[in-house]
C-alpha cells in the first residue's frame, strides 16, 4: 500500500479515510472496506491473512461473505455490518471482555 499511497504527505491518512467513506456511500460491502482497512499497517503482520478471513467471514454462514464486493443496496450493507458487528469469531478476538454466556 505505500507504493500507491505518498506517506511523506502530511494528509495521507485523512486521504485514505475519506477514500474508505467514498466506498461506504458507493455500495461497497462492509468487509472489503475493513479488509482494505487492515492493509494499511497490517499486512505485513504474520497472522494479515487470518486477519482477512476473519473479516471476510464464511461463505457458509455470513451475509458478508455471500454478497459482492461492490454496489450494494444500503439495506444489504446493513445487513452486512450487523453481520460483522454480531459475529462470534470477531467479537471473541477483539473484545477480551465480551461475556456470550451471560
Not at 500507491?4 to 495521507?12: A, D, G, K, L, S
Not at 468487509?31 to 491473512?49: D, F, Q, R, V
Amino acid at each position: 500500500w505505500t507504493a500507491e499511497v505518498n506517506t511523506n504527505e502530511i494528509n495521507w491518512y485523512p486521504v485514505q479515510k475519506v477514500n474508505f467513506a467514498r466506498q461506504k456511500l458507493e455500495g461497497a460491502n462492509p468487509s472489503l472496506i475493513t479488509c482494505n482497512e487492515l492493509h494499511l499497517g497490517h499486512e505485513k503482520m504474520p497472522a494479515y491473512k487470518s486477519y482477512i478471513a476473519v473479516a471476510k467471514g464464511e461463505q457458509s454462514h455470513n451475509i458478508r461473505a455471500q454478497e459482492p464486493d461492490e454496489k450494494l443496496s444500503v439495506e444489504t450493507q446493513v445487513a452486512c455490518l450487523i453481520d460483522q458487528a454480531t459475529d462470534p469469531n470477531i467479537l471473541g478476538r477483539v473484545w477480551e471482555g465480551w461475556e456470550p454466556w451471560m
